[in-house]
Antibody, heavy 119, light 107 residues
Framework: QVQLQESGPGLVKPSGTLSLTCAVS?????????WSWVRQPPGKGLEWIGE???????NYNPSLKSRVTISVDKSKNQFSLRLSSVTAADTAVYYC????????????WGQGTLVTVSS | DIQMTQSPSSLSASVGDRVTITCRAS??????LNWYQQKPGKAPKLLIY???SLQSGVPSRFSGSGSGTDFTLTISSLQPEDFATYYC?????????FGQGTKLEIK
């Protein structure tokens, strides 16, 4: 049973950089799956941020591409998100998720972590 | 980006009712359509993938259909634990996009 756990600061200052890590347990991040970040502003819908494969290949949402970096650390079985130049609009619950397969939905999710952008 | 539009945005129903939620894509996505259930304070849960395949462990009262641009999620007989928000999501290409959600409430 794969488990994902997000970690990182819950408060980030405006213009700063949001950094989160997703630790994967019960499975290998080097398996044939893509690993994604998804966010959800309070009371709103879901937005896909981007994904990474264990080889380091990435795909990003064009709406965030200039500010997003997703990386993988195979030795620690985890992947990370960095979002720069944050504003209040980036306040959201951030989820990490595993794709069930190529072009298939997300079958495992972390519990989510709320990141608030405020001074 | 592919736009996903769900209807209705909210729905009131009773235990035992049959409920259908629709999702329309702005272009053809073949069968690359997934459905999720989300309860307050929880992560989304995958119910249906590839438009009609039931995710392991999901009750058989949930079913999905459709291809191309029009899709439906049906709950054959609502149970108390089914009251939640439902999202469709296309995985045809990136950026993956979600519908705005359908909130299913108790009548």
């Amino acid at each position: 049973q794969v488990q994902l756990q997000e970690s990182g600061p819950g408060l980030v200052k405006p213009s700063g950089t949001l950094s989160l890590t997703c630790a994967v347990s019960g499975g290998s991040i080097s398996s044939n799956n893509w690993w994604s970040w998804v966010r959800q502003p309070p009371g709103k819908g879901l937005e896909w941020i981007g994904e990474i494969y264990h080889s380091g290949s990435t795909n990003y949402n064009p709406s965030l591409k200039s500010r997003v970096t997703i990386s993988v650390d195979k030795s620690k079985n985890q992947f990370s998100l960095r979002l720069s130049s944050v504003t209040a609009a980036d306040t959201a619950v951030y989820y990490c998720a595993k794709s069930k397969g190529f072009r298939v939905g997300f079958d495992y999710w972390g519990q989510g972590t709320l990141v608030t952008v405020s001074s | 980006d592919i736009q996903m539009t769900q209807s209705p945005s909210s729905l009131s129903a009773s235990v035992g009712d049959r409920v259908t939620i629709t999702c329309r894509a702005s272009q053809s996505i073949s069968s690359y359509l997934n459905w999720y259930q989300q309860k307050p304070g929880k992560a989304p849960k995958l119910l249906i993938y590839d438009a009609s395949s039931l995710q392991s462990g999901v009750p058989s009262r949930f079913s999905g259909s459709g291809s191309g641009t029009d899709f439906t999620l049906t709950i054959s007989s609502l149970q108390p634990e089914d009251f939640a928000t439902y999202y469709c999501q296309q995985s045809y290409n990136t950026p993956y996009t979600f519908g705005q959600g359908t909130k299913l409430e108790i009548k």
